[in-house]
């Protein structure tokens, strides 16, 4: 949310904007307060005070919206994350509904792909022509950046290293792994991720990549809505969730079939979630599919509840596409506004641009998501942004035209508007031959009468 006076460039992260509110004597009474109202949900403060307390903590919020605090965001991996966290999080608990659509706590990052593509030699063009194991050749990669290979040899041995009691310690892994993700810059960590593959031998190295028998896995799998609320209890899991939410919303009318048509921030929404409880992977070798260890069993009358979230992982079209997407070395223009449409040549050539974006899939991942024509995908990102309709004789039926007749379909287009020129012309001269014919016979006959 924006507040008048507080623009998004001048948010301040939530440590400095609660050390400010500290000094101020008004802001500091109504943030003790609100802060009081959030702790009396696990107590009996609210139920003991009744509507009186109630009255407090809603004058309290409103107080506080006028204060930088009210809009502050935190950044992520900053160092001190999780105090940063539980102030925003002190500030938006009560405030929060559907558990999908919480707000990311984060500052926008808007990151994008091709950023990434011109700093990242590693990944090629083209990996569909590539007969290598791409997802080798960034583990390779990494290994020659002295950042990467640190922070990698940080997280590999507490995810690898046995005990006594236990294969690994997984939240020494955890732990390591986000630091991994959060400092490692993306060239190389997407690198590992999210590597284009066509045979078995390289899905597994990029399943492998978080080491998943001590980060992933365990010995059973809890219901997803159980881990769910434990991640919940953790402020930076919370987090990271909640930022997923908000960055790989699925949204089918766009080109992306991303809400926020930027695949960039998807990713590092996603990549946020390692290390934490939450921690999803690659289901298996043979698809694009990623969940978190859970499934919906035992889930009794939330069944619909469960599967929501879980299809939320599995089911993922702006993910899967943002993952297809980096894999592949290309990038959606989903940045570049669409020009409007012209011709019918300019509307084919278009669509079949948006249509081919993304179509060079390896055997293992899943092709972009094609449910409805990109003709109406244009269609529909023009209605929301004009709220104007759009018609629908501009689109051509691909089937009718085949990939070698683009120098026929540009002549009949040409031959169409020459005819229509031919036709205005006729329609325009006719007015004025009937008049002029009219002229003609008043002055025949003027001059019959004078004879």
Request: aromatic letters at 6%; glycine letters at 4%.
């Amino acid at each position: 949310a924006e507040v008048s006076g507080l623009p998004g460039a001048d948010r301040l992260d939530c440590v400095k904007a609660s050390d400010q509110c500290l000094k101020e004597q008004s802001c500091s009474t109504k943030y003790r307060t609100l802060r009081q109202c959030v702790a009396g949900k696990e107590s009996n403060f609210s139920r003991a005070t009744g509507l009186e307390a109630k009255d407090e903590c809603k004058s309290a919020m409103e107080a506080l919206k006028q204060k930088s605090l009210y809009n502050c965001r935190c950044k992520r991996g900053m160092k001190k994350e999780k105090n940063c966290l539980r102030i925003y999080w002190s500030m938006y608990q009560s405030l929060q509904g559907n558990d999908l659509l919480e707000d990311s706590p984060y500052e926008p990052v808007n990151s994008r792909l091709s950023d990434i593509f011109r700093l990242a030699p590693i990944v090629s063009v083209e990996p569909v022509l590539s007969k290598g194991n791409n997802c080798l050749d960034a583990a390779k990669a990494c290994n020659l950046n002295d950042t990467c290979k640190r922070f990698r040899s940080a997280y590999i041995t507490p995810c690898t290293s046995s005990t006594s009691n236990e294969i690994c310690n997984k939240r020494k892994c955890h732990k390591a792994l986000r630091l991994f993700f959060d400092k490692v810059p993306p060239k190389h960590s997407y690198g590992m991720l999210f590597c284009s593959c066509r045979d078995v031998a390289c899905t597994e190295r990029r399943r492998q990549t978080i080491v998943p028998v001590c980060s992933y896995e365990d010995r059973e799998k809890p219901n997803c809505l159980n881990l769910q609320e434990s991640c919940k209890k953790n402020y930076i899991c919370r987090s990271r969730l909640a930022d997923f939410f908000t960055n790989c919303q699925p949204e089918s009318r766009s080109v992306s079939s991303c809400l926020k048509e930027n695949y960039g921030d998807c990713l590092l929404a996603y990549s946020g979630l390692i290390g934490t409880v939450m921690t999803p992977n690659y289901i298996d070798s043979n698809s694009l599919s990623v969940a978190p260890w859970c499934d919906c069993s035992n889930s009794g009358n939330d069944i619909d509840e469960c599967l929501k979230f879980l299809n939320f992982f599995q089911d993922n079209t702006c993910l899967k596409n943002a993952i297809q997407a980096f894999g592949n070395g290309t990038d959606v223009n989903v940045w570049q506004p669409i020009l409007p449409v012209q011709t019918t040549t300019a509307t084919t050539t278009t669509a079949s641009r948006l249509k081919n974006t993304g179509s060079d899939t390896t055997n293992n991942e899943i092709p972009t998501h094609n449910d409805s024509p990109a003709c109406a995908n244009l269609q529909a990102q023009k209605k929301r942004k004009s709220n104007e309709s759009v018609d629908t004789e501009l689109c051509l039926n691909e089937n009718a035209i085949g990939k070698d007749n683009t120098a026929g379909v540009s002549t009949s287009h040409i031959s169409s508007e020459n005819s229509s020129a031919l036709l205005r012309s006729f329609y325009l001269n006719t007015p004025l031959a009937l008049m002029t014919l009219a002229l003609s016979l008043c002055l025949f006959l003027s001059s019959s009468v004078v004879l």
